[in-house]
């Protein structure tokens, strides 16, 4: 089956411990992003990656790193987690570009950041 | 960047069409109009995109006006399990290449028995 998986779903850490959320995809797709949600503020990008080594800032990158080493995995990677990065997190991919193309998305992370 | 505006909720009976608007009258030529919705905190899921011309699939009916400067995405016939936030984007590149993906904040669409 096509998908996007992540993990883990739910999380609970405390502020200053390291964490990674990995995400991977079957579809041999070129383009992977981060997103996450707040209420109220709709889902916003965090990073995204045309393809493998290819990473770039979305538009809350700080706090937040990601790596591409293979085509399949892009974990968002916190160094230094603190509460106000406590959100719903969703990893997505797509073919290609995703402004000609549709992006499937995970099934998203909870975080809480204590 | 391509800006889209929706309504933040509507309600519907089931059973009827279920009409959803999103202006997005900063649109260039060559960009999109994507609809997704999220159920509940579930991933979005995409539902339909268009350029000019109207379009449909099995799930929905997306309606572009000439000007490209607003769309209607159409549920025919709402069923409770439509209860959503829908969301309207036109993803767009900057001057700098990067690629903007703008949610927003979507319409939350009730279904109702």
């Known amino acids: 089956e096509a998908q996007v998986t992540q993990n883990p779903r739910y999380l609970i850490t405390v502020t200053g411990k390291k964490l990674t959320v990995t995400c991977s995809q079957n579809m041999n797709h070129e383009y992977m992003s981060w997103y996450r949600q707040d209420p109220g503020l709709g889902l916003r990008q965090i990073y995204y990656s045309m393809n493998v080594e290819v990473t770039d800032k979305g538009d809350v990158p700080e706090g937040y790193k990601v790596s591409r080493k293979e085509k399949r995995n892009f974990p968002l990677i916190l160094e230094s987690p603190s509460p106000n990065q406590t959100s719903l997190y969703f990893c997505?991919?797509?073919?290609?570009?995703?402004?000609?193309?549709?992006?499937?998305f995970g099934p998203g992370t909870r975080l809480t950041v204590l | 960047d391509a800006k889209t505006t929706q309504p933040p909720s509507m309600d519907c009976a089931e059973g009827r069409a279920a009409n959803l608007p999103c202006n997005h009258s900063t649109i260039s030529g060559n960009e999109y109009v994507y609809w997704y919705r999220q159920i509940h905190s579930q991933g979005p899921q995409y539902i339909i995109h268009?350029?000019?011309n109207n379009e449909t699939n099995e799930m929905a009916s997306l309606i572009i006006t000439e000007d490209r400067k607003s769309s209607t995405l159409i549920l025919p016939h709402a069923t409770l399990r439509d209860t959503a936030v829908y969301y309207c984007?036109?993803?767009?590149?900057?001057?700098?290449?990067?690629?903007?993906?703008?949610f927003g904040t979507g319409t939350r669409l009730k279904v109702l028995a």
């Open positions: 268009g350029l000019k």
């Open positions: 984007i036109a993803p767009t590149t900057d001057t700098s290449g990067t690629y903007k993906y703008i």
């Open positions: 997505a991919s797509s073919l290609s570009r995703p402004d000609y193309n549709e992006q499937f």
